[in-house]
């Protein structure tokens, strides 16, 4: 390749020639073209716009341009886009590196491009295959109107509603079960009116989507809300009030103290000098606590308008996503009169952009009295946005259950539906042939059935005809307003959940105001798996401690500090007289390290007047308070220098370089220039900075390597969290290099953290020791309690945790995970090997105990590491070996193990399994398990928002699954049991007449009673069973764990109550058909001497079938409240006014048919006797198994109704003894001791 730029075009090709290069600092390198310069051409910028209206691009032009000198080193400059713009500069785009000093050439490829803002960024192609996200600015007149940063959240438009609504609908396979059986009845093979098959299925769907409606139009006015925020915006050089839905990628908003930000932007400068800012995301991860934002340094100088109006270029960066915490690209400006480093050529100058430079949509400005902000991302392409897509459905394991018990139906359905139509075609065969023997005989009178014609001549009509009869009206063997009673009910659960106020704390903000913090059901459908979960999954930090750090002791120049019990230790050995200089001088860079590497923001507490360390770490917070008290205090923290008093005197250093802590790196580090040279201090992960010390024997000498490893090993036993502290003198050179490198890393575009991550590990090497931190993480409340009450449930709890192994075995201990009679068995590995072995040997361990104590495994991240990487028999043996445990540690695991530990419990033991965790890193583990739960604790919202139900503190997850989980379980189970009840007994009494109808499909019941069965009269009954029942009183529940228990070995879901509800129902139906029968099969004289006919046959089944599924129900509720009487009554009642809407109004009936039917006592007979005689044996079976084979329930049950008996018959004496003593004064009756009472 030549050493010199061609340029390629279809003209004769130019002479080559050199391009001139400038840095300009910060590494951001210009390279500057004259009007002379053979790469002078017209063309637009490099990004092709994709917004509509954008402008017609030119075609660029591929030139080949020196690559950077670290391209063959690192791999990651694989070259650059240039383009030319009409004014000239020569404009170098990278593709996933950035420009530097020209030495060797290379070619690129460029592409056709759109000059402008437009209504959103465009995504392009760079190359070598990778694409990134461009946005031009300024924006274009044209596009200022156009409405590119419009939200919307709803499902539906007015125009949608209706075929969306419908189609989401009939996607439930028994919405078109229902839907065949209506249509079926507009053939007319059926007997019944349309509107009896049509009003039940119209009213379950209008009910759904009156629903939907409603929490649509919820979203609505959210979004019409957010749609409409008036926002300034700087086009022109005049500030200009427009909407916030017609905010453009490009624009430059000028955003004010307590604003919140409607778009991702790019901050461009701000009220202070260097360009920082303030600002707070409760919106986006939850943390109340401030954090600090930067602009683009050669931009920070620019705060007027007419400055940042004059801006142009553009930002190419990462393709819109959800990650709310990285964010990588470069912004191109081009050099203005107003720009900070102008210069009389034309250039741009290009600077990478970070995450610190971004400002979040939702995000609020504060602590800052302004700031100027580029546009990025618009609308949907905002990252908030971008997270509000559902995550996978969860399905519980009772709606698993309903799915089978309704294809039992189904098959229920299939047995009457063949039956009938067999015994029908039997019937009309022998009719059929008959009249064909009587069509010779007696040619002008064949029919056998006068009264009804003669039989269908065409077979296989006749059979189809009598398939769709008895399919239409057998549809009712499946309970529809089941599936809409069921809905209701998990929301009014959930609701009990949310106001149950022993679920609920009250916490004080930093302003003195008051926080109520209530419980939380992100998903209703999961509410009764709560009463059958049998492992929980718990991380630790934040989940079963406080997660309110305190610091404990400090271990520095080989001793331990105890900085608790003696406040401000560090500082009285610095000021003891006869310390060593050289010891002084390693606490004094102990205490300079805690102090300046950290994120913490210091600022003033307004009513106290006190300094105030907010970070997202709480870990810095309780450092920086504890060696405040030794005299090295923060004091302020701009962009590029801090403060800080060491032992009464001012210090102030340059921040060079900030390494931040990842969950990768698990350290972080910052570069800064000292009066005694350049010094990095580095703090992290015992495991990681003891891995990066120097080997050198003067610098970290092996007995204080020891020393420290004992101080490590005392902490960890005591269940602190331990970091090191380490340093390194830097040389100059040394720093030019790596910042070199860094810079490099930092422009890159996509694995941006990868590549800052491997810079990182050639500076953080060779450190020296100075120290280790020790933290106290207490335990929440009643944590201990809540543990052993659980483990009582048979609950299996695995204790998920990234902390050394001493401190997660100290902290099961301190928790009652692992009780001090329990064997502790621990699995570490350094192999795959090694691991099979030790699992085998640990197996056969396991076996060879007979003294009946527990076990309790402790396994590390590393053999987890050889467990899941190796063969599935690996997994086997660890899975065997964990539930052979009565409690599992799980130590250092990394989030994706959790999750992986997880799914290995769940898939294979098909159980119920429950994650709770309060971080970002437990979210993989809350959407592995069946059921998440989230602590809303100090790290923030994500995995409050990811989990499925969420709440203040551990100890609320006991009443949570044993209360509200349990009562879950037994209410829908008895809905469930119930509905199918009522709908089997409803229909089955109409196959049994056929065997009198000649299976002719003639309905046993008058048709609205048919209709209303299901979705009047017998829906409220069940609907508030489920709402109100409960066996149990809670407090009794929290005294004997034995009660939950039983429901996970199946008491309120089983085969024999399955089975018991279906002989049930075939009995109820057979009684109240014979019954019927035996009185009316010859007709009864009514009040006027005339026999009874067809409808009051029907009103003599329909009610006493209706009286008796309701006192089945009353026989099954163990809780009756006002509540229950009124819909038990009102059932009654609406079925009396229907039957006088029939015949007076409808006029469905013959007239009198009301009067004639309740004037006969055959009918009150039936109405009495038929309830008693079909529930005797339901009756006696719930007496002879209470008390010949009680379950702890009834025993419960039955210590809960003598203790409300004596209460209410203690209550009654006192009041006849009050009475007795009415003469009394109210001082001698207060005298008197509660024993002298009868």
């Not at 769709?468 to 809409?484: A, D, E, K, N, R």
């Not at 009066?675 to 003067?698: F, M, Q, S, T």
């Not at 409220?1020 to 929290?1038: G, K, M, S, V």
Request: glycine content about 8%.
């Amino acid at each position: 390749m030549s050493s010199s730029p061609n340029l390629h075009l279809s003209s004769p090709q130019p002479q080559p020639q050199q391009q001139p290069y400038t840095e300009v600092g910060n590494g951001a390198y210009v390279v500057s073209s004259s009007p002379h310069s053979p790469l002078h051409a017209s063309t637009k910028s490099l990004a092709h716009r994709g917004a509509p209206g954008g402008g017609a691009g030119t075609e660029a032009v591929d030139v080949t341009i020196p690559a950077s000198p670290l391209s063959g080193s690192l791999g990651r400059s694989r070259g650059g886009k240039v383009d030319e713009d009409r004014s000239n500069p020569v404009i170098i785009h990278t593709t996933t590196g950035s420009p530097q000093k020209p030495k060797s050439v290379k070619s690129f490829r460029s592409h056709r491009s759109s000059r402008g803002g437009g209504a959103g960024g465009s995504q392009n192609g760079g190359g070598d295959g990778e694409d990134y996200y461009t946005v031009n600015f300024p924006v274009r007149s044209e596009d200022y109107n156009k409405v590119s940063n419009y939200i919307r959240t709803t499902k539906y438009t007015l125009l949608t509603f209706v075929p969306l609504n419908l189609f989401h609908q009939f996607r439930r396979f028994y919405n078109i079960y229902f839907l065949v059986g209506a249509l079926l009845v507009f053939t007319g093979a059926s007997g019944l009116n349309p509107v009896t098959q049509v009003f039940p299925l119209f009213v379950v769907l209008a009910f759904s989507a009156v629903k939907e409606a409603i929490e649509d139009y919820s979203r609505y006015k959210a979004d019409r809300a957010a749609n409409n925020v008036p926002v300034l915006v700087i086009r022109g050089g005049q500030k200009q009030e427009i909407l916030s839905m017609h905010i453009q990628c490009g624009d430059i908003m000028y955003l004010e103290k307590g604003d919140k930000s409607p778009v991702d932007a790019m901050i461009i400068s701000t009220a202070y000098e260097d360009g920082t800012c303030f600002i707070e995301t409760a919106e986006l991860d939850g943390e109340t606590n401030l954090k600090r934002r930067s602009a683009v340094g050669e931009l920070a100088g620019m705060n007027s308008n007419e400055q940042v109006a004059s801006l142009s270029g553009s930002i190419h960066c990462e393709q819109p996503n959800e990650r709310l915490t990285s964010f990588e690209g470069r912004v191109h400006v081009s050099s203005t009169p107003h720009h900070p480093n102008h210069t009389t050529d034309k250039s741009e100058h290009i600077h990478p952009l970070s995450m610190t430079n971004l400002l979040l949509r939702g995000a609020t400005l504060r602590n800052t009295e302004y700031a100027y902000a580029l546009v990025i991302y618009t609308g949907g392409n905002t990252k908030i946005i971008k997270n509000l897509k559902k995550g996978k459905a969860k399905r519980s394991t009772m709606e698993k259950r309903l799915n089978w018990l309704v294809c039992g139906a189904f098959v229920f359905n299939i047995v009457l539906l063949v039956s009938s139509v067999l015994l029908e075609w039997v019937h009309y065969s022998r009719i059929f042939e008959e009249e064909q023997r009587r069509r010779v005989e007696v040619p002008g009178d064949w029919a056998v059935e006068w009264y009804l014609g003669t039989a269908d001549q065409s077979k296989s009509t006749h059979i189809l005809n009598t398939i769709i009869s008895f399919f239409v009206l057998y549809t009712y063997v499946i309970p529809i307003s089941l599936f809409v009673t069921i809905e209701l009910v998990r929301l009014a659960q959930a609701k009990y959940m949310q106001w149950d106020k022993q679920m609920r704390i009250t916490t004080e903000r930093l302003d003195g105001t008051l926080n109520k913090q209530k419980m939380k059901a992100n998903n209703s459908n999961l509410n009764e798996d709560l009463g059958a979960v049998q492992y929980i999954f718990s991380d630790k930090t934040g989940t079963l401690t406080q997660n309110d750090m305190r610091l404990h002791s400090w271990w520095v120049c080989g001793e331990v500090l105890e900085e608790m019990k003696e406040p401000g230790i560090l500082r009285k050995r610095l000021e003891e007289g006869g310390l060593e200089e050289g010891k002084k001088w390693e606490m004094t860079l102990f205490g300079r390290c805690l102090s300046l590497c950290h994120g913490v923001i210091p600022s003033v507490n307004e009513t106290t007047g006190q300094l105030i360390y907010e970070s997202q770490s709480p870990d810095d917070s309780a450092l920086l308070y504890g060696i405040g008290q030794s005299g090295f205090v923060l004091k302020k923290r701009l962009k590029d220098r801090i403060e800080i008093e060491v032992l009464g005197r001012m210090e102030q250093f340059e921040i060079l370089q900030l390494l931040d802590f990842t969950s990768d790196r698990k350290r972080m580090s910052v570069v800064v220039r000292t009066p005694e040279g350049l010094h990095l201090y580095c703090k992290g992960a015992d495991n990681i900075i003891l891995g990066r010390l120097a080997k050198d024997e003067e610098k970290n000498p092996r007995q204080m390597l020891e020393n420290a490893d004992r101080a490590l090993q005392l902490f960890a036993e005591e269940g602190l969290r331990t970091l090191c502290v380490a340093w390194k003198k830097l040389e100059e050179e040394e720093w030019e290099r790596f910042k070199e490198e860094y810079d490099e890393a930092e422009r890159t575009v996509g694995e941006r953290e990868k590549a800052v991550g491997e810079a990182c590990e050639l500076i953080e090497r060779d450190l020296e020791l100075l120290g280790v931190t020790a933290i106290e993480d207490r335990l929440q409340d009643e944590v201990p309690e809540t543990i052993e009450y659980l483990l009582k449930c048979d609950i299996r709890l695995w204790l998920l945790t990234g902390d050394k192994r001493e401190t997660a075995i100290n902290i099961g201990h301190s928790s009652r995970l692992i009780e001090h009679d329990m064997r502790t068995l621990i699995l570490e590995a350094s192999s795959e090997k090694d691991c099979a072995e030790k699992m085998d040997a640990m197996a056969r361990e396991i076996d060879g105990y007979r003294d009946g104590r527990r076990n309790a495994l402790v396994v590390n991240g590393e053999a987890l590491a050889h467990v899941f990487t190796g063969s599935p028999e690996h997994q086997r043996k660890f899975l065997d070996i964990g539930v052979r445990c009565h409690s599992v540690i799980c130590c250092r695991v990394t989030p994706l193990q959790k999750a992986l530990v997880v799914k290995l419990v769940k898939t294979n033991l098909k159980c119920v399994a429950l994650a709770i965790g309060d971080g970002a890193n437990d979210v993989s583990m809350i959407q592995a398990a069946d059921i998440g739960v989230g602590i809303a604790g100090k790290e923030g919202t994500q995995a409050v928002r990811a989990a499925d139900y969420s709440f203040a503190e551990f100890r609320f997850l006991r009443r949570l699954l044993t209360v509200h989980g349990r009562y879950s379980y037994m209410r829908l189970s008895g809905l469930i049991y119930y509905s199918f009840y009522k709908n089997l007994t409803f229909i089955t009494v109409q196959w049994w007449f056929g065997f009198l109808s000649a299976w002719s499909g003639q309905t046993v019941y008058e048709e609205i009673f048919l209709t209303l069965f299901n979705v009047i009269f017998t829906s409220l009954p069940p609907l508030f069973y489920a709402i109100f029942e409960r066996d149990i009183p809670d407090d009794l529940i929290a005294k004997h764990p034995q009660s939950y228990i039983q429901i996970q070995q199946g008491q309120y879901w089983n085969l024999w109550s399955i089975l018991s509800t279906l002989a049930s129902s075939l009995w109820h139906s057979l009684a109240i058909f014979g019954a019927v029968y035996f009185i009316h099969h010859e007709g009864q004289a009514d009040i006027n001497g005339r026999s009874t006919g067809y409808w009051v046959q029907c009103y003599l089944f329909s009610t006493p079938l209706l009286v008796t599924v309701l006192v089945r129900h009353g026989l099954g509720t163990g809780y009756w409240n006002w509540v229950t009487w009124v819909v038990l009554v009102g059932s009654l009642l609406l079925n009396l006014i229907s039957m006088g809407v029939v015949e007076v109004l409808l006029r469905a009936v013959e007239r009198g048919t009301f009067e004639i039917g309740h004037a006969l006592p055959s009918y009150w007979m039936l109405m009495v006797m038929m309830p008693v005689f079909c529930c005797l044996p339901d009756f006696a079976a719930m007496y002879f198994r209470r008390h010949y084979f009680p379950r702890d329930s009834d025993i419960l049950r039955e210590e809960a109704y003598l203790k409300k008996s004596k209460t209410r018959r203690a209550g009654r004496t006192r009041k006849g003894d009050e009475e007795a003593h009415g003469n009394g004064t109210e001082m001698e009756r207060d005298r008197l001791p509660s024993s002298d009472l009868p």
